[in-house]
């Protein structure tokens, strides 16, 4: 997608995007796509678990609410904005996430990402 709209450059082998914790696995998912979709998996696995938990046993849904809630969590996985940050190439004067906010463009909204829809799709049925 980031290469139809010209967003990246065609050089580029790829992008992981993923927290300062799971940065000794970057080489990993970067190159073994099938790794890549079992942390995918794993990670919408955990969130369809803690929703399950929260639309059960606090709000008490039935099971055609709890159906739906979590076809809504889904969908919102899988949905992502590519964001461009511009950095104006100075010091930030404010905390770090204020600046990034400021500095930040949301490019392209709502992107469906169809890797992570193909990870989760056991998920659906």
């Given at each position: 997608?980031?290469?139809?709209?010209n967003?990246?450059d065609?050089?580029a082998?790829?992008?992981?995007?993923?927290g300062?914790?799971?940065a000794?696995?970057?080489?990993i998912?970067?190159?073994d796509?099938?790794?890549?979709?079992?942390?995918?998996?794993?990670?919408a696995?955990?969130?369809?678990?803690?929703a399950?938990?929260?639309?059960?046993?606090?709000y008490?849904?039935?099971?055609?609410?709890?159906?739906e809630?979590?076809?809504?969590?889904?969908d919102?996985?899988?949905?992502?904005?590519?964001?461009k940050?511009?950095?104006?190439?100075?010091?930030?004067?404010?905390?770090?996430?204020w600046?990034?906010?400021k500095?930040?463009?949301?490019?392209f909204?709502?992107?469906v990402?169809k890797?992570?829809?193909?990870?989760?799709?056991?998920?659906?049925?």
């Open positions: 997608f980031l290469r139809e709209k967003a990246i065609e050089k082998k790829g992008a992981i995007v993923m300062e914790t799971h000794g696995k970057a080489g998912y970067m190159h796509k099938d790794e890549r979709d079992k942390a995918i998996l794993a990670y696995k955990h969130i369809v678990t803690i399950d938990t929260i639309a059960g046993e606090q008490h849904f039935s099971d055609e609410k709890k159906t809630f979590t076809k809504g969590i889904l919102n996985l899988v949905r992502m904005n590519v964001v940050i511009t950095d104006p190439d100075e010091t930030p004067k404010e905390p770090l996430l600046y990034v906010q500095n930040q463009d949301i490019a909204p709502h992107i990402s890797q992570v829809e193909n990870a989760i799709k056991s998920l659906r049925m």
